[in-house]
């Protein structure tokens, strides 16, 4: 047995399983002046042994690993193993992406794209075009409901959603007038003065100063005066020019036509009667 004053930890890397190592509690003085004394053999000491050699690293083949395996030290590294053109599956192994091409008969500008039961083709429909700010559609439209509401309705001319529209006509009118088609083919201001195509003709609302923006013939409509009626009652065709009035014209020769129903201050549901009365 040999007995080895330790002084660092190199002192241990050949010992005997009979070798002593003394612990020496030096805080604790009454085992006499160099402390309380206690023995361990080395083969007390060692429950167990074991050796790593070698540590690797392995990937699925979409990968690829660098520095497997270390036998002493070093770094493992994992990289991609495909290119750009490929792409990993679920089973970790590279694949091609797919380069094919998908058709589109009948093409043309602003056409829709729809599909078809043929693969990898599509359809340009000449009938439903699109050309960022007009859908167009050629033969019938079918929907469970148009959705209608005034709401952020504030300036003279603005109309809500479902309005309809009527474009192509020239004139001058104004913004959130009421006008009417005259017979030279250009919208003028309405008026229920007396009969006359003035007040019995085609009726719409002015949307700005020009009427080839537009007329709205029926809709939720902001007017520029206000008719004065309460949610819910009929507005009339005015006798000052391009207005509408919550109260019904009384004058001989005037005449007395509904042109809608007042929703709020300002905006109506216009909707013209086709029917119109002269008064007496």
Not at 7 to 33: E, F, Q, R
Not at 68 to 95: C, F, M, N, V
Not at 219 to 238: A, I, N, Q, T
Request: charged share 10%.
């Amino acid at each position: 047995m040999a007995v080895t004053k330790l002084t660092d930890k190199t002192a241990l890397t050949t010992p005997a399983s009979d070798d002593l190592i003394h612990i020496v509690d030096v805080s604790d003085l009454t085992g006499g002046a160099a402390g309380t004394s206690k023995k361990i053999t080395h083969a007390n000491l060692i429950s167990g042994s074991g050796t790593v050699t070698s540590v690797a690293l392995t990937a699925p083949s979409a990968l690829s690993v660098s520095g497997s395996p270390i036998t002493t030290s070093g770094t493992l590294a994992i990289t991609g193993a495909g290119t750009s053109s490929q792409y990993i599956d679920g089973s970790g192994a590279l694949q091609t992406t797919p380069t094919d091409d998908i058709s589109v008969t009948n093409q043309a500008d602003n056409r829709v794209i729809t599909a078809t039961a043929v693969t990898d083709t599509l359809q340009g429909e000449a009938s439903l075009t699109f050309d960022g700010t007009t859908l167009e559609v050629t033969g019938e439209l079918k929907a469970d409901s148009i959705h209608a509401s005034y709401s952020g309705l504030t300036t003279a001319g603005e109309y809500g959603t479902g309005a309809e529209l009527l474009f192509g006509i020239t004139g001058t009118g104004v913004a959130g007038d009421c006008l009417y088609l005259r017979s030279t083919g250009a919208f003028a201001q309405a008026s229920a003065t007396t009969l006359g195509e003035n007040s019995t003709s085609l009726l719409a609302i002015g949307i700005s100063t020009d009427v080839a923006d537009g007329v709205v013939t029926r809709g939720l409509v902001y007017l520029d005066v206000d008719p004065g009626g309460s949610p819910g009652e009929p507005v009339y065709l005015s006798t000052t020019n391009g207005h509408i009035t919550s109260t019904a014209v009384s004058a001989s020769g005037n005449v007395s036509r509904v042109v809608g129903y007042q929703l709020a201050t300002n905006i109506i549901f216009f909707n013209p009667s086709q029917d119109w009365i002269e008064l007496a």
